[in-house]
């Protein structure tokens, strides 16, 4: 199923396949039921807006991205799968670019990351734990765009220190770093979300710098652990082949202080046959960030985006 908002009401999505809805989430159930034969049902009653117009030509559209393009041509052969035509259209520039083609209706669907897409659409929200960022998504969608399921695959930003320093410190979650902050230098990569370090409650580095890109954070990481307890911390993202070709202990985000940022396809409302969301739906099952991470670093090594996501999709799908 899909979850869309098509008017400019704050609608809940029909079916949440992640969250536990209790009490009159059942009376929604029960009311949109007879309608899931159709194709594709949302509370605004548009059951079966993908039956008969999901049979032209798809678009696939990319970022500029390594994992921008990789998605795209992992959704695409997804979509391939059910019989469906498809085509990737790659190299449309930033989100903005890209959203544009969507808005316009050169593209069908571009995969996006879901509190980056939050962010743009609503810049006051706050949510960051993954099922309240995918249900104000879905709230903040414009009028005729939509999105499904999730992937448990992320690129996240996250806090890391290198294994050595996590067993001479027992350091292994974000609450136990809080009393060497004080002490310790952050050096963090670009994409890194440095705008939530104030949430960290009762955490102040004594230095905080950016680096070029991931590996230059993750190589700052070298120098050993002083005798006073002071740390050297990297602020990467999870899906950086950097991140996870490293020896390294991402910090365990008990309370959410980063925004969640799991794959999501976004896409156009009445252009997606039932069987076509649920092809989305088996990806976002089996993509794992370590999936991702490995494909962004063949990517960036050389290899074809379009060679490496078959790859993938011969093995899960």
């Known amino acids: 199923m899909?979850?869309?908002?098509?008017?400019?009401?704050?609608?809940?999505?029909?079916?949440?396949?992640?969250?536990?809805i209790a009490g009159?989430?059942?009376?929604?159930?029960?009311?949109?039921?007879?309608?899931?034969?159709?194709g594709d049902t949302t509370l605004d009653g548009s059951a079966g807006q993908g039956q008969g117009q999901g049979q032209g030509e798809i678009v696939v559209g990319a970022g500029d991205g390594a994992e921008s393009r990789i998605l795209a041509e992992i959704y695409a052969g997804a979509l391939r799968s059910t019989g469906a035509p498809v085509v990737t259209d790659g190299g449309l520039g930033d989100r903005t670019a890209y959203?544009?083609?969507?808005?316009?209706?050169?593209?069908?669907?571009v995969p996006e990351f879901t509190g980056r897409l939050l962010r743009y659409y609503d810049p006051e929200s706050a949510e960051t734990e993954q099922d309240d960022v995918f249900e104000a998504l879905s709230k903040a969608l414009p009028q005729g765009l939509s999105i499904s399921d999730f992937a448990a695959a992320e690129d996240r930003s996250a806090l890391a220190v290198t294994s050595q320093t996590s067993g001479q410190l027992d350091l292994t979650t974000l609450d136990e770093l809080v009393p060497s902050c004080s002490r310790s230098t952050a050096v963090l990569a670009p994409a890194f979300e440095a705008d939530a370090l104030p949430?960290?409650?009762?955490?102040?580095?004594?230095?905080?710098?950016t680096v070029a890109d991931d590996a230059a954070a993750v190589g700052e990481l070298a120098a050993p652990a002083s005798a006073d307890g002071a740390v050297r911390v990297a602020g990467v993202t999870t899906a950086s082949?950097?991140?996870?070709?490293?020896d390294l202990v991402l910090l365990a985000d008990d309370d959410h202080v980063f925004t969640a940022q799991n794959v999501v396809p976004?896409?156009?409302?009445?252009t997606l046959t039932e069987?076509?969301?649920?092809?989305?739906n088996v990806v976002a099952g089996e993509l794992t960030t370590a999936d991702l991470a490995d494909?962004?670093?063949?990517?960036?090594?050389?290899?074809?985006?379009?060679?490496v996501a078959r790859v993938w999709l011969d093995a899960h799908l």
Do not use: Y
């Open 2 to 20: 899909a979850h869309t908002r098509t008017d400019g009401s704050a609608e809940r999505p029909a079916a949440w396949s992640r969250a536990l």
């Open 24 to 38: 009159s989430a059942l009376l929604l159930v029960a009311g949109v039921a007879s309608g899931c034969a159709g």
């Open 99 to 109: 959203l544009g083609q969507l808005d316009a209706g050169n593209i069908t669907l």
């Open 199 to 209: 949430d960290l409650t009762g955490c102040t580095f004594a230095q905080t710098r």
């Open 241 to 246: 082949p950097d991140v996870s070709d490293a």
């Open 266 to 270: 976004l896409f156009r409302i009445g």
């Open 275 to 280: 069987a076509q969301l649920k092809a989305l």
């Open 295 to 307: 494909m962004i670093g063949q990517v960036r090594g050389g290899a074809d985006s379009a060679d």
